[in-house]
């Protein structure tokens, strides 16, 4: 077990793009890391690098107090579960756990007393003698597990392990995972681009967006305290609203109406014209359901709603809204770095189950305040931020500098900065 | 309608059976009739007294049982230096990114296409200069660049087709970039490895032309040459007799390695390595 480092790490490909620009990350002894960020930020690339399946062009890294920038992946003692699992067809499932036992030596009966206590963890004993073409994907993903657990390994690396699986098999894999990795207490880095395991497993998140780190923070600091509307949009199911947003005093003018905000946070944000605020949808509610005490002129506002699904415990209302064109350039963008692609600016709010609300209503819509972001529209930045609370933000050059890059790419041919992982 | 299908799919598949089995068929018939049977010209296909003298005489034949351990040796050895140095190429081209690869298929094309008759001359007189001629080596160099091509070809194509995440897998397990190839790479391309040598022991087996220039004496002589040499006392009246069992023989081989092979040649035997 150890702790991996990671200074300043860069990777540049031959033409010259940086797929990851200057990281650096902490992973504690027997840390439970997340790297996510939709597809083409780097993520990938980076856990390649700790294992040794790519080179390093700068930056070091460090596992368990060693520089390893130049070692072999067999040298470097990770173990790695593969997107595809990469199983040996031509071998049973005994002998793919077996596989780095008999790399290193081992003999017969020490084989054969880590593979059977591996199996018996992860309920694979009654398929030891089948060959992976014959299992399931979930069992081959345990038995990809199998073949990362059986060695005493630095850490563990999983590269998107659960998205070749169906939903519910995910949920249940992602709870093993979780307790595999508390029971062995092993550093663990976890790349996904699925925000829900991001935010379920992980003790820390890093956000990646176009090979720059954005914020490195565990996931409560993460949802209460994004550092730009980056991470604010990534994080959270159904995604942060975004609205245009003009400070005055200590109340917001929003689309809806007007409410007010705690004079901090307002300050912060004064003089800034135009602003983008953002709201969770848990954060607004139907009014009539709201303790009245919380109720006040100062913070609901009237809207039409347009859809409205309900779930039972909650319900999702749809409510259009126009936004104006600086605002609006800015949230396409950021939907396309989110590789959402947003047909109207509308906002979703969450409603309790026991509302009544239906499609076409005039609703009273009650807004929690307090919870109110508001964001630099040109830089994207967080202005009401709790630094103390958000833990790591890198910020500085190199995330400019690679907006930038990825912008002119944008320009050229959308999309084109995903490198195939 | 379906009915109707299946009845013209057997009908063809029977027309195209008789149309490609006949004339094995009478071969081995003819191997079966005595000398004086061949000699008056024989109207009916199946022989009036069967009989092995054929087979005897030619098993105590030494010249043809020389020829045909020359066979063997020579396409063996030749089958297995074509595999493997064709494995290590195919690998080579499938995995790595190097200068001049597009060159090394193209070449490994044309050496394929080029016909072999037009290389008797100079080879002939390079094997008599450097005392290769009538030798084990003089054919079994020719014969594994020959097939060299056509292993590569078939090999890399193999070698694409399995996924790089395994021998990156390897690779975190342990394994040395030879461990890894050795453990999975190699075993996983199989089908290929068999299927390529099979091709090439069937060509260094049937081969002719440089078999009967570059030889002079049953030394290294091969059984396809060696059988122009059954010609008998008079010359307007060959043994076919002969000729036909020394077929039968020669072709016995061939029919027990395919079918030795054909288990091994499983396609989907990659199935259950990634998902999909």
Known sequence: ???????????????????????????????????????????????????????ITSGDMIIGGKKVNDLAPRDRNLSMVFQNYALYPHLTVYENIAFPLRLAGASDSEVDKKVREASSTLELDEHLERKPGNLSGGQRQRVAMGRAIVRNAEAFLFDEPLSNLDAKLRGQMRTEIARLQKRLGITTVYVTHDQTEAMTLGDRVAVLKRGVLQQLATPRELY????????????????????????????????????????EKAQRAQGKGLLIAGIRPEHFEDASVVDEDKVSEEATFHAKVDVVEWLGNEAYAYI??????????????????????????????????????????????????????????????????????????????????????GRARDEVQPGSDQPAT | ???????????????????????????????????????????????????????????????????????????????????????????????????????????????????????????????????????????????????????????????????????????????????????????????????????????????????????????????PAQMSFFVGPDPFNPPYAQLATASVIVTLPVIVIVLLFQRRIVAGLTSGAVKG
Not at chain 1, 246 to 262: A, C, N, Q, Y
Not at chain 2, 85 to 109: D, H, M, N, P, Q
């Open chain 1, 1 to 55: 077990m150890a702790a991996i480092e990671m200074k300043n790490i860069v990777k540049q490909y031959g033409d010259g793009f940086p797929a990851v620009n200057d990281v650096s990350i902490d992973v504690a002894d027997g840390e439970f890391l997340i790297l996510v960020g939709p597809s083409g930020c780097g993520k990938s690339t980076l856990l390649r690098m700790i294992v040794g399946l790519e080179d």
């Open chain 1, 224 to 263: 209460e305290n994004p550092c730009n509307l980056f991470v604010a949009g990534f994080i959270g199911s159904p995604p942060m609203n975004f609205l245009p947003a003009k400070v005055d005093g200590d109340s917001v003018e929003l689309p809806f109406g007007t409410v007010k905000i705690p004079s």
């Open chain 1, 320 to 405: 259009p809204f126009e936004a104006p064109p600086e605002v609006e350039k800015q949230l396409q963008q950021l939907e396309r770095d989110l590789d959402g692609e947003s047909l109207r600016t509308q906002l979703v709010v969450s409603l309790d189950g026991a509302s009544r609300i239906t499609e076409g209503d005039d609703a009273t819509i009650w807004v929690d305040a307090r919870k109110i972001h508001l964001f630099d529209p040109s830089t994207g930045e967080n202005l009401t931020m709790d630094v103390e609370r958000a833990g790591t933000v890198p910020g500085g050059n190199a995330m400019e500098k690679a907006e930038e890059v």
């Open chain 2, 1 to 223: 309608m379906k009915g109707k299908n299946a009845i013209g799919t057997w009908i063809g598949f029977i027309l195209i059976l008789l149309w490609c089995l006949f004339p094995v068929a009478w071969i081995i018939s003819l191997s079966f009739k005595s000398v004086s049977e061949t000699a008056v010209g024989s109207p009916q296909f199946l022989p009036e007294d069967p009989t092995f003298e054929n087979y005897t005489a030619i098993v105590d034949n030494p010249d043809f049982t020389r020829a045909l351990f020359n066979s063997f040796g020579i396409a063996l050895i030749a089958t297995l230096l074509s595999v493997i140095f064709a494995t290590l190429a195919a690998y080579a081209i499938a995995r790595l990114e190097f200068k001049g690869k597009r060159l090394v298929l193209s070449l490994a094309l044309a050496i394929a296409m080029f016909p072999v008759v037009a290389l008797v001359g100079p080879l002939f007189d390079l094997w008599t200069r450097f005392g290769l001629f009538n030798t084990w080596p003089g054919l079994i160099i020719p014969y594994m660049s020959f097939t060299l091509p056509l292993a590569i070809w078939t090999l890399s194509a193999f070698f694409r087709e399995i996924p790089w995440e395994m021998e990156q897998a390897a690779q975190v397990d342990g394994a040395t970039s030879w461990q890894a190839f050795r453990k999975v790479i190699v075993p996983l391309a199989a089908p290929g490895v068999f299927t390529a040598a099979i091709l090439t022991f069937f060509f260094a087996w049937n081969e002719f032309v440089l078999a009967i220039s570059l030889t002079s004496t049953t030394a290294s002589r091969t059984v």
